[in-house]
């Protein structure tokens, strides 16, 4: 991975104006705050850049990835995250079958020992009902707990594997990494979950965004950004998908 900025940057453009930045990060590289290694803020600011991130993707995590240039576009587009009226979809790669083709995840996480992200439930009290995963209230543990909802579609699967665009209604640290692993379906390659050592990268991908830019005309910004061809490497045998084909999936927002 090449970290010169300027070709990272390059490489990696989606859109860009006078207040923002979208790039479509590789997996393997921090947004900020890497403690040990370089990342995207780091990266601009030793080039001259200054950049704030408008929101945060895992390391392990490829795809979209929004900053802003200015502070006024940065608080006005954080704002949006913080009510939870930016909308988001991801694709993520599950070594597992028999997922419904729409579900969802309504599981409360909490922060447990070692400060790690987990459901505020025991393992054994979650149900499915239709196509929900959920607990009870009373299964509930005591403390501090998040409501956390994810929605999904099926995109394509195999003998042995599922994609899925999946929804994040919250955006909780680790939300969709833990909902579908304490769920039986834990993400490919995931470093927290998936212990097999078998796979270069986690299939975890940030694809779409949408939220409003007040400067732009139509203030609507709506970016995408398509995981490149090594998330489709996952098995045995590649999987031939569209993208287009998600129109498809009335769970994943954008495409009215």
């Not at 370089?38 to 001259?48: M, P, Y």
């Not at 930016?86 to 400060?115: C, F, H, M, Q, T």
């Not at 970016?223 to 045998?237: I, M, N, R, S, Y």
Request: glycine letters at 6%.
């Amino acid at each position: 991975m090449d970290t010169s900025w300027p070709e990272l940057r390059k490489q990696c453009l989606i859109d860009e104006d006078e207040n923002i930045l979208a790039l479509n990060k590789p997996a393997g590289i921090s947004v900020t705050g890497e403690r040990h290694d370089t990342d995207i803020v780091e990266l601009a600011a030793a080039a001259g850049e200054t950049l704030y991130p408008v929101h945060r993707i895992d390391k392990v995590t490829s795809g979209l990835v929004l900053l802003a240039k200015e502070l006024p576009a940065h608080g006005e587009l954080t704002r949006q995250f913080n009510k939870r009226t930016a909308a988001k979809a991801y694709l993520a790669v599950v070594e597992s079958a028999g997922l419904p083709a729409r579900g969802v995840i309504d599981l409360p996480l909490s922060v447990g020992r070692k400060n790690r992200v987990r459901i505020a439930a025991p393992r054994e009290s979650i149900r499915r009902d239709g196509d929900t995963w959920l607990v009870e209230a009373s299964d509930v543990l005591a403390g501090k707990n998040y409501p956390s909802i994810t929605e999904f579609a099926t995109v394509a699967a195999t003998d042995t594997h599922t994609v899925l665009a999946l929804r994040p209604i919250t955006g909780r640290r680790h939300q969709i990494r833990v909902h579908l692993a304490w769920i039986g379906h834990a993400i490919v390659g995931d470093p927290l979950f998936d212990r097999s050592g078998t796979h270069d990268r986690t299939y975890l991908h940030s694809w779409r965004l949408g939220l409003d830019a007040a400067w732009r005309t139509p203030p609507r910004l709506e970016l995408k950004a398509d995981p490149g061809v090594d998330f489709w490497q996952f098995g045995e045998t590649p999987v031939t998908f569209d993208p287009d084909e998600l129109s498809k999936f009335a769970a994943v927002p954008f495409l009215d």
